[in-house]
């Protein structure tokens, strides 16, 4: 195979089930791999090109087919699958296994070989039997495929190309593509049946939840003036502006003055698409707005009341004004006071004039950076520029970037102003403080600003804990005042010890002072610290770790003792009292307590989100997961596949969650969709939103 020659280079085998090819080749001999997985269709041998420390690595994958010669490249780049075991991957006992005709980083899965010749496959974050994994797979699609639950659930895999596979007998089916439509809009456009695609109230009830659907409709329902106002609101509540609706309606509807009116009141841009006669028209023009301007006959760029009127509505309308109206400097100017973006266009003369200039800075901070650099340096016109956008002080001369006033103006507005200001500006440390106190992030833009006056870094710790992994060796040095201000930055901020040198982590007495200020501060603990009596008895300490947890620290438990994390009566007080989502607060629980069902049903009762965050076998536990599902039908989509297939896990999801049908039917899986009784909650779900 054809590639870089690297030295750590690995090579793998990847399969990918498609659909079934006609004819066979049977007569020739098989690649190993495929003895591995008979179904496949196709080989891939995967190179890897580069392994990043994170896991992330750099194939290229090569096509082969049963039988051929050289191969096909078909893809290089970055997969962005995170291998917890890429060094494991190195030893060359892999192979990939690629479900689908493409390379999807969603449906590729590590597969190892045990010493007894059994293979594993790591699914969900852990290693499971091959043939349980075969049964969390669709089955291998071939063309013309008519059973309905067989392409639903390719489809939930790989998108609508499986609905291109089916029958015609399925695609023209209207019923089959509602539901299909449910699990992927995309379906509509891969030959769905005129009758749904020109069905007035399932497109419109589609375009309630995606406005897009509207593009998708048969061509009647362009002739509908009803149907295409509808979708013009639509588009309007949703700010979808991306696609066009009087684009798609009837020439007879693009000269209907009334409709046109209320459509271009919605989206200006709609005009374009208007008659040439509505063009023309001053009244629709008017009502289209700034935007409108753009596309309206060339007669009315010319007329200086109407250009007016527009540009107070939206500056930027300038850009379409006649050359006489762009010179007028009434008209520049009301362009200027509404935020023209169009400065820079301005003639000479105009952007001489102190007034415009004035207008134009200080509605849209970034014309500073046309502006002369007599009025870079005027302070009036700079600080009103950066009362616009802070962050114009980028563009101020030599002068004003210099001045206290300014930088301050700045930076109380938006700490992140300082990154591009001049450190030798007076008072800077004063500047920074404000910086840090408007949004306490803005220290990574705080490059060569001196960080080792004490006085000043007891003032701006407290604003900004996470300073103390960025302070100087000076001042790291200095152990009393490190010390002081990891204290303090502990009073903020309990992951303030995280990334510190181990001698700060290793010291017992400090540890216990910075654990009495944040319990959860004893998770850092290295070394001398970690082993000592007093900082074991603090982590063993239950009202101290009550007292955490009722404060809201509920990481705390992260640092608690094995015998703490393993007390259900605590883990309950933390799922219980915290705002943390669950799905987080499920990294919490010891593993051996996952194990303990009655407590997981209990707490799952409490906060169900929790099992989102679950270890596999407990997300593939059917008890486990109708507890939580009851509860919230949200969890849905984290269960494991084979719940998700399952009729009676996705009817309790529908529910208890008839908001979430459409997230619920793309996750569920196996064809469950299809299921009649499936079929009857998810209408009556959908009624409930349509009613809403």
């Known amino acids: ?23 066979g080749a049977s007569d020739r001999r098989a690649p190993p791999e495929e003895q591995v997985f008979a179904k496949a269709q196709v080989i891939v041998d995967v190179s890897i090109d580069k392994a990043a420390e994170e896991g992330y690595v750099v194939l290229q994958v090569h096509e082969y087919l049963r039988g051929s010669g050289a191969p096909k490249l078909v893809r290089a780049g970055t997969y962005s699958r995170n291998w917890t075991n890429i060094g494991s991957l190195a030893g060359g006992r892999y192979v990939l296994f690629a479900v689908g005709e493409h390379l999807n980083p969603e449906e590729v899965y590590a597969v190892r070989l045990k010493a007894d010749g059994q293979r594993e496959v790591e699914y969900e974050g852990a290693w499971i039997p091959f043939d349980a994994f075969k049964k969390r797979i669709p089955e291998p699609l071939i063309l013309g495929e008519r059973d309905p639950r067989k392409v639903l659930a390719a489809l939930g895999v790989f998108g609508p190309e499986a609905v291109l596979k089916a029958d015609a007998s399925l695609r023209t089916n209207k019923e089959f593509m509602k539901v299909a439509v449910l699990i992927d809009l995309g379906t509509l456009s891969c030959g769905g049946p005129t009758e749904l695609r020109g069905d007035r109230e399932f497109v419109l009830r589609t375009a309630r939840r995606h406005p897009e659907a509207v593009t998708l409709a048969a061509s009647n329902l362009w002739n509908d003036r009803e149907f295409v106002l509808e979708a013009a609101r639509l588009a309007a509540v949703a700010k979808a502006w991306q696609f066009t609706v009087l684009g798609n309606a009837s020439p007879a509807l693009r000269d209907d003055r009334d409709l046109v009116m209320e459509l271009v009141r919605h989206n200006g841009r709609e005009l374009q698409w208007a008659s040439e006669r509505l063009r023309a028209d001053r009244a629709v023009v008017e009502a289209a707005g700034g935007l409108g301007l ?56 105009l952007r001489a004039d102190r007034e415009v200039v004035l207008a134009a800075v200080g509605n849209y901070g970034d014309n500073l950076m046309s502006a002369s ?126 990334g510190l040198p181990g001698i700060i982590q290793g010291d017992p007495e400090f540890v216990l002072k910075a654990g009495a200020k944040r319990f959860y501060a004893l998770a850092y603990a290295q070394g001398p610290a970690a082993e000592d009596p007093r900082v074991l008895a603090m982590k063993d300490d239950r009202k101290r770790l009550e007292q955490a947890i009722e404060q809201g620290d509920v990481y705390a438990l992260g640092a608690a003792s094995a015998r703490l994390q393993s007390d259900p009566e605590i883990v309950r007080k933390v799922v219980t009292s915290s705002k943390v989502e669950g799905k987080y607060l499920a990294s919490l629980i010891r593993p051996s307590l996952w194990d303990d069902r009655q407590v997981i049903l209990k707490l799952l009762g409490a906060a169900p989100q929790l099992i989102m965050g679950a270890p596999w076998k407990a997300r593939a536990d059917r008890e486990l997961a109708l507890a939580a599902i009851e509860k919230d039908g949200a969890v849905f989509p984290s269960l494991d596949r084979l719940l998700r297939a399952d009729r009676q896990v996705v009817l309790a999801a529908l529910k208890s969650r008839p908001d979430l049908v459409e997230e619920i039917m793309r996750a569920a899986r196996g064809g469950v969709q299809w299921d009649d009784e499936v079929r009857a909650e998810t209408a009556r779900a959908l009624e409930k939103l349509a009613t809403k």
Request: glycine share 4%; hydrophobic share 45%; net charge positive.
């Open 1 to 23: 195979m054809s590639g870089k020659s690297l030295p750590a280079r690995l090579f793998l085998a990847a399969v990918f089930i498609c659909a079934a090819r006609a004819g």
């Open 294 to 349: 753009y596309h309206a006959d060339p007669a009315l760029l010319d007329d200086r009341e109407l250009v007016l009127n527009l540009v107070r509505q939206n500056g930027n309308a300038l850009g379409a004004a006649s050359y006489r109206l762009k010179t007028d400097r009434e008209v520049v100017l009301a362009a200027m006071r509404a935020g023209s973006s169009l400065f820079s266009r301005l003639p000479e003369k």
């Open 373 to 498: 650099e007599e009025f870079k340096n005027d302070r009036e016109i700079v600080l009103a520029a950066v009362r616009n956008n802070p962050r114009a002080v980028t563009w101020a001369g030599p002068q004003t970037k210099r001045n206290p006033e300014i930088c301050l103006e700045a930076v109380r507005r938006d700490g992140y102003a300082i990154q591009n200001m001049d450190r030798s500006t007076p008072d800077m440390r004063r500047i920074a403080l404000e910086a840090l106190r408007q949004n306490p992030a803005s220290f990574h833009s705080m490059l060569g600003i001196p960080m080792d006056d004490p006085a000043f870094l007891r003032e701006a710790v407290p604003l900004c804990p996470r300073l103390v992994g960025y302070l100087p060796d000076a001042v790291r040095r200095n152990e009393a005042l490190y010390k002081e201000l990891i204290l303090a930055a502990l009073e903020k901020d309990e992951a303030a010890l995280a």
